[in-house]
């Protein structure tokens, strides 16, 4: 295994502590489908007690670190410069149908800069992080981003809006979790990924994640953090990507 810093191994830990209560969640779901009622509340639930065990676990560590989370937003603590940012389960609507596809993302920003991130995927036991300046890796194997130079070789991804608009005879794919769309994207199974309107919770582990692995991305922290404007993408083909992006 590739050397960790102490903050990163500590997002490992708390992420593989959580995930055991997705997958038992997970295995109910098909059972609640049939129930008049449906699965929408008790995947609330889930999101919830997934989110508290990930700040209890990285307080119990670093207990003076903020937060800034999709249940509870914002959570000053003394050292409001380190703030850990986390989505509890990005692809909520994948996990309430029973679709295998959706991770936890934690990240962690100094001042304005994500130096730790991490997405998980907990269904497929896949783990994605990256540090500033030390690389992204795979299940502990570095990675790097596609070298694809023609963007109809490429694999791209969206939200539905995305698709309507842009790029309509290129490949395209909305798959419901722009973390691990992020995450693929940083280790080349997709090009590139655009959306508008996303929080910051979403993106900023993937930002990271990509750019380590030799991506590019925009400045995410120019937008308000409920509707930031991501582009990201393999550097071969980002300047060709923004071309196509220009009215959208």
Known sequence: ?????PNLNIMIK???????VIIRDFGEIENLQVKKKGPRDFVTKTDKRVEQILIEELTRAKKNYSFLTEESGKIENNDKDKTWIIDPIDGT???LHGIPHFAISIALKVDNEIKSALIHDPIKNEIFYAEKNNGTYFNNHRVRVSNKNNLEDCLFSSNPEGLKVIFPNLN???TGSAALDLAYVGSGRLDGFFQNKINLWDVAAGILIIEEAGGTSNNIFKYNMHSINIRAASSS???KMMEKLTNF
């Open 1 to 5: 295994m590739n050397s960790i810093s």
């Open 237 to 239: 083909i980002y300047a």
């Open 93 to 95: 609507t994948n996990f």
């Open 14 to 20: 708390a992420s593989e502590k959580a995930s055991k």
């Open 172 to 174: 395209m794919r909305s």
